[in-house]
């Protein structure tokens, strides 16, 4: 063998042990690397919080034998439950009766000469239940069904009242 050629295998051996060792400490390095990354996302990657945002706000009930309780409704009362006519009146029923919009009596005494004569309950269970008649429509409760009958009797009061 020529100098040569045991300079060349003396060299690639060298170079051979050079990048074996690299691969070494790299394998090792990454290794402690990947360790410690994964040591310190743990805690930034905790997916409880997202899976709890993302969970579906129901579930279908597919089973045809469950019994299911429900809760009854709450139903808001407008106004906080407020009786005071004046306040009602300028919120719901100053738009039909304040203009004469569909039929409605305004707050003048002689538009409801006909209604009054009927006596105060009969214009109260027409204001609560609605009324069709020739002159026009009244809806029910003034198309506000979340009043209390007693919210309506309040308005009523106050309407008659101003006449």
């Known amino acids: 063998m020529s ?3 045991s300079i060349f295998f003396r ?3 060298i170079l051979l042990g050079v990048m074996i060792l690299l691969t070494i400490i790299l394998a090792v390095g990454s290794s402690m ?7 310190n996302l743990k805690d930034r990657l905790d997916r409880s919080d997202i899976q709890a945002s993302i969970a579906p706000a129901a579930a279908v009930n597919t089973d045809p ?3 299911v309780e429900v809760a009854p409704a709450q139903q808001a009362v407008p106004f906080d439950g407020s009786l005071d006519g004046e306040l009602i009146y300028n919120n719901v029923c100053a738009a039909c009766h ?10 003048e005494a002689a538009a409801w000469e006909g209604r ?3 006596g105060a309950e009969a214009v109260l269970a027409n204001a609560i239940n609605g009324y069709t008649g020739e002159a026009g429509l009244m809806p029910a409760k ?4 979340d009043l209390t009958d007693e919210q309506v009797k309040a308005a009523v009061d106050f309407m008659t009242g101003s006449l």
């Open 98 to 107: 304040g203009t004469g919009a569909g039929g409605a009596p305004k707050l």
């Open 142 to 145: 003034g198309g506000r069904t």
């Open 3 to 5: 100098d040569q050629d």
């Open 65 to 67: 034998n469950a019994i």
């Open 33 to 39: 690397f990947q360790d410690n990354l994964v040591e």
């Open 116 to 118: 009054i004569d009927k």
């Open 11 to 13: 060299n690639f051996s």
